[in-house]
């Protein structure tokens, strides 16, 4: 899910981007122009089409050559895909350089977002996991040098079909136990498979699936709150809207 989208001219010498940390994983490309990032101990150099991804909690800001704009694209993602986690595990960004047909797909699916997050409608869900998934294989493109860890086609056998389970009994909000008993292992070898298929533990992967029903959920307008709490394993839409706002820093 995008957590927040923007694109245009930026003067980030007159106006710094001081650093701070994000809530979700950042995309953040430079299509014209120069830009460098701004981190506590000072700036690196400055790049000119470069796409960088900082995981969620990474420190850092943004400068810009003087006197001049750059042309940017932003997007902040609730989550990121496990190839882009494993690249970037351990790390506190990742670089990479664009060609230009690369810029010109990255300003156009920065468009694309923008025409979605400022008039939502039927596909929004759709187009941002599209904008996901071309900047993610981007990613793994330019990165051809790492060696990734492949998860064993066994163990992501099991965890599809944990979380298969797991969608279709989500109004009964089942536990962690009732998850393993399904896939037919135990918790702990759960939490095993989990790390090592996706990078990260069983209840932070449950809680993304039931928070992308919820969204797909929150879409249809003629679903009242407390249907939604329901369908998505919440005891009631009170319960809901706090985990939600906790979740997205914003009420359903």
Same mark, same amino acid.
């Given at each position: 899910?995008?957590?927040? #989208?923007? @694109?245009?001219? !930026?003067?980030?010498? !007159? /106006?710094?981007?001081?650093?701070?940390?994000? *809530?979700?994983?950042?995309?953040?490309?430079?299509?014209?122009?120069?830009?460098? #990032?701004?981190?506590? @101990?000072?700036?690196?150099?400055?790049?000119?089409?470069?796409?960088?991804?900082?995981?969620?909690?990474?420190?850092?800001?943004?400068?810009?050559?003087?006197?001049?704009?750059?042309? +940017?694209?932003?997007?902040?993602?609730?989550?990121?895909?496990?190839?882009? *986690?494993?690249?970037?595990?351990?790390?506190?960004?990742?670089?990479? %350089?664009?060609?230009?047909?690369?810029?010109? !797909?990255?300003?156009?699916?920065?468009?694309?977002?923008?025409?979605?997050? @400022?008039?939502?409608?039927?596909?929004?869900?759709?187009?941002?996991?599209?904008?996901?998934?071309?900047?993610?294989?981007? +990613?793994?493109?330019?990165?051809?040098?790492?060696?990734?860890?492949?998860?064993?086609? /066994?163990?992501?056998? #099991?965890?599809?079909?944990?979380?298969?389970?797991?969608?279709?009994?989500?109004?009964?909000? %089942?536990?962690?136990?009732?998850?393993? /008993?399904?896939?037919?292992?135990?918790?702990?070898?759960? /939490?095993?498979?989990?790390?090592?298929?996706?990078? !990260?533990? $069983?209840?932070?992967?449950?809680?993304?699936?039931?928070?992308?029903?919820?969204?797909?959920?929150?879409?249809?307008?003629?679903?009242?709150?407390?249907?939604?709490?329901?369908?998505?394993?919440?005891?009631?839409? =009170?319960?809901? =809207? *706090?985990?939600?706002?906790?979740?997205?820093?914003? @009420? $359903?």
């Amino acid at each position: 899910m995008l957590l927040y #989208t923007s @694109n245009g001219k !930026r003067e980030y010498d !007159r /106006r710094p981007v001081l650093p701070m940390g994000r *809530r979700g994983w950042e995309f953040q490309a430079v299509l014209a122009g120069q830009i460098a #990032t701004l981190l506590p @101990n000072g700036p690196p150099p400055l790049r000119a089409r470069t796409l960088w991804v900082f995981p969620p909690g990474s420190v850092h800001g943004w400068t810009g050559a003087p006197g001049e704009a750059a042309e +940017v694209a932003v997007f902040h993602f609730v989550g990121a895909l496990p190839p882009v *986690r494993q690249l970037c595990a351990g790390m506190s960004v990742l670089e990479l %350089p664009l060609t230009t047909g690369q810029a010109r !797909r990255v300003r156009a699916l920065a468009q694309l977002a923008a025409r979605y997050w @400022n008039r939502p409608q039927l596909g929004l869900l759709v187009c941002y996991q599209q904008i996901l998934c071309e900047l993610s294989l981007m +990613v793994c493109e330019g990165a051809p040098q790492l060696d990734l860890p492949v998860a064993v086609d /066994r163990s992501r056998a #099991t965890v599809m079909r944990a979380m298969q389970w797991y969608v279709g009994h989500l109004a009964e909000n %089942p536990g962690q136990e009732a998850v393993a /008993r399904a896939a037919g292992v135990s918790v702990a070898h759960l /939490r095993r498979l989990f790390h090592r298929v996706f990078g !990260r533990a $069983p209840k932070a992967m449950l809680d993304q699936v039931r928070f992308e029903q919820a969204l797909h959920l929150l879409a249809d307008q003629d679903l009242k709150l407390a249907a939604i709490a329901a369908a998505c394993g919440f005891g009631s839409a =009170s319960a809901f =809207s *706090r985990a939600f706002k906790t979740a997205f820093g914003s @009420n $359903p």
